[in-house]
């Protein structure tokens, strides 16, 4: 199923948008007690069964038109976990911009850090700069795995019967407030910095792993373009790792990294103007496209 969350006359809601893409099915028409997002993904497996029972037989839908879409889970309870350079060119790419050794070679073991996101971005909102202080703006984009049930120490061979779905992030950052702050954190924390969905894609639709085309433009203009079974390190491998140690509590956010062809990997870099529009896009999930402020 292909879950949204958008605003109706004013109160934000959740509902399954229809095979034709025209009309979206409200959770709360379809005789279960939740609302949300959030309260689905807790819900676990048995709401979910039932909500998919429900929509079999539904009837009362909202026309797109009619709603305003907003990021699937607009309100992330804990900071995003990220991947840094878990693509191979992506790693190449990095180290010609900041001259550094942050990662050739030294894959052996993921790279871990998190990104605040007090509101994230739905497909079609802004972008913002905030007023210059976040120049060297950059796009990357990403498939963010959703986890369904708390994970403590889970094996990769159980991995996916934790995954409740997937959705893309455009993992936005500051290359100017990374780098001075020689860290990932701030700059791409900035409010608007983590644009989310268009939509989130039950796993029971994928694969196990998930193999699909990453791609992104800006305005147009093919810069990203590759596929997740060049990831690095790979969903199973990610979620058995991290739950060794920290228990994957359920809404929980991996931003599983971004390909090569960001805007800091061209020479000169190419970073994102006001005006710009980025579509990121990935199979079986949809487009999320924004543009900046
Ligand atoms: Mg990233």
């Known amino acids: 199923m292909k879950l949204i969350t ?20 409200p959770l709360r028409m379809l005789g279960v007690s939740c609302r949300k997002m959030s309260e689905l993904i807790d819900g676990g497996s048995s709401l979910l069964e039932k909500v998919r029972m429900a929509v079999k037989e539904a009837d009362r839908r909202l026309p797109l038109a009619e709603i305003q879409l907003e990021a699937p889970i ?13 693509y191979r060119e992506h790693a190449e790419e990095s180290v010609r911009f900041k001259g550094d050794a942050l990662s050739i070679g030294k894959t052996e073991y ?27 703006l950059d796009y990357e984009a990403e498939l963010a795995v959703v986890i369904g049930k708390d994970a403590c120490r889970v094996a990769e061979e159980d991995a996916f019967d934790y995954v409740f779905g997937y959705t893309i992030i455009n993992d936005i950052t500051s290359r ?8 990932w954190f701030f700059g791409k924390s900035l409010d608007s910095f983590a644009p989310m969905g268009p939509c989130l ?6 694969t196990r792993p998930p193999i699909l085309r990453v791609t992104s433009r800006v305005n147009g203009e093919l810069r990203q373009n590759s596929t997740t079974d060049f990831m690095i390190h790979g969903i199973a491998e990610v979620i058995s790792e991290l739950s060794q140690g920290i228990t994957l509590k359920k809404g929980t956010i991996i ?17 994102l103007r006001s005006g710009d529009t ?16």
Do not use: W
């Open 201 to 206: 894609v039950t796993e029971d639709e994928f």
């Open 176 to 183: 100017a407030v990374q780098t001075r702050h020689n860290q």
């Open 255 to 271: 931003a599983m990294g971004t390909p090569a062809g960001v805007g800091m990997g061209f020479q000169p870099p190419r970073f």
């Open 278 to 293: 980025v579509v990121c896009e990935i199979e079986g999930i949809g487009i999320l496209e924004n543009s900046v402020k």
């Open 6 to 25: 958008y605003q109706y006359r004013g109160i934000e809601e959740a509902g399954v948008l229809a095979r034709s893409g025209d009309f979206v099915y």
């Open 74 to 86: 607009p309100e992330p309870r804990q900071d995003i976990i990220c991947l840094g350079i878990n």
């Open 110 to 136: 993921a790279t871990y850090f998190s990104k605040r996101v007090n509101r994230a971005t739905g497909s079609g909102a802004l972008i913002d700069t905030h007023g210059g202080f976040a120049e060297e």
